[in-house]
């Protein structure tokens, strides 16, 4: 759109550096890990989040997404397709340096599999990074509870003798 001479649009960035070095930015790393591998139908969850590699000055933004409960693959959690499966929580918060942050804990109230994902976003002083779901430390399987069965005999009946 700027075709006359003199034109200008101060929103756009063409890229140029002025004034030195472009500064270099910092890669943050994810690990991450759910507080359980299985559970029954109430099991209260969250996820442990560790950032690393943040100057202490870096503030970053990180949000975290739990989806669920999708139906297992042949059994097991290992092969489902994460991106169709509902969002059952999410959230975010500040971190400033590298550090540690627990979720807030999610009661899990279906039976079948639930994963975390985590990004954290850019900023002028780091790069964006993500950690994908579906990883085995973030995936949780949830089966029904199952009530104590009690065996009373052939009648069916209890009986007392004395």
Request: proline share 7%; net charge positive; with cysteine.
């Amino acid at each position: 759109d700027l075709v006359n001479d003199g034109d200008r649009d101060p929103t756009l960035d063409f890229g140029f550096w002025q004034g030195g070095p472009p500064p270099v930015l910092n890669q943050p790393e994810i690990r991450t890990m759910a507080s359980t591998n299985t559970g029954s139908i109430g099991l209260k969850l969250r996820d442990k989040i560790w950032v690393s590699g943040l100057e202490p000055t870096d503030r970053v933004r990180v949000s975290w997404t739990l989806r669920g409960a999708a139906r297992p693959v042949n059994g097991s959690c290992e092969d489902v397709k994460w991106k169709k499966a509902p969002i059952r929580a999410e959230g975010a918060f500040t971190m400033t340096g590298s550090g540690i942050h627990s979720t807030r804990r999610v009661t899990l109230h279906r039976v079948g599999c639930y994963t975390y994902s985590v990004e954290i976003a850019a900023t002028s002083t780091t790069l964006a990074a993500s950690h994908l779901p579906g990883h085995p430390a973030e995936t949780v399987r949830v089966q029904a509870k199952v009530s104590p069965a009690v065996n009373t005999g052939g009648s069916g009946w209890l009986t007392e003798r004395r």
